[in-house]
Antibody, heavy 120, light 107 residues
Framework: EVQLVESGGGLVQPGGSLRLSCAAS????????MDWFRQAPGKGLEWVGR??????????EYAASVKGRFTVSRDDSKNSLFLQMNSLKTEDTAVYYC???????????WGQGTMVTVSS | DIQLTQSPSFLSASVGDRVTITCRAS??????LAWYQQKPGKAPKLLIY???ILQSGVPSRFSASGSGTEFTLTISSLQPEDFATYYC?????????FGQGTRLEIK
């Protein structure tokens, strides 16, 4: 079965750090660009960042709201995507999703999401 | 950044109705537009990509069209399971952005 499973969410204080993981299975992970998205409670979807595949030198892109604080990385040998979040702010509180780029400028496989709460 | 504006933001309709949602881009995005359905507490589900291609497994009552700056998603005959929030999304340039969402509710 093709699936993505996120983990690592939780409660963290402002200024703290958290590392999210996304485990992929059922497809050739290394072929795909992979992205992180988030959704604050009661709000719409927001793109966070991207890790391109090996063929594109694993280059990354970030939303302005997280650039310099968040880092997307991947380990193709473990079929895993990561999101390192530093200097967290209350406005980073959201459900975080990883998703697979279907190679046609859209995201066809999504994880179930992991909740990150930034609060003192 | 490219802004995507969906209309309407809220839609009340009945089972069997035909509904159309519009997504307008602040600048041309060719056909790099996708549509998603999201139900409460669930991840988004891809419905349409490259503006008009139906994702595998999505019922044929969903269709879409458009290019450039104006796009539409149509549901030909609403079913009970279609009541959800719908988002458009572009991947023409970075940052990737979404429309604000259209909440489709049962009348």
């Amino acid at each position: 079965e093709v699936q993505l499973v996120e983990s690592g969410g939780g409660l963290v204080q402002p200024g703290g750090s958290l590392r999210l993981s996304c485990a992929a299975s059922g497809f050739t992970f290394s072929d795909h660009h992979m992205d992180w998205f988030r959704q604050a409670p009661g709000k719409g979807l927001e793109w966070v960042g991207r890790s391109r595949n090996k063929g594109n030198s694993y280059t990354t892109e970030y939303a302005a709201s997280v650039k310099g604080r968040f880092t997307v990385s991947r380990d193709d040998s473990k079929n895993s995507l990561f999101l390192q979040m530093n200097s967290l702010k209350t406005e980073d509180t959201a459900v975080y999703y990883c998703a697979r780029d279907n190679q046609f400028h859209a995201f066809d496989i999504w994880g179930q999401g992991t909740m990150v709460t930034v609060s003192s | 950044d490219i802004q995507l504006t969906q209309s309407p933001s809220f839609l009340s309709a009945s089972v069997g109705d035909r509904v159309t949602i519009t997504c307008r881009a602040s600048q041309g995005i060719s056909s790099y537009l996708a549509w998603y359905q999201q139900k409460p507490g669930k991840a988004p589900k891809l419905l349409i990509y490259t503006a008009l291609i139906l994702q595998s497994g999505v019922p044929s009552r969903f269709s879409a069209s458009g290019s450039g700056t104006e796009f539409t998603l149509t549901i030909s005959s609403l079913q009970p399971e279609d009541f959800a929030t719908y988002y458009c999304q572009h991947l023409n340039t970075y940052p990737i952005t979404f429309g604000q969402g259209t909440r489709l509710e049962i009348k």
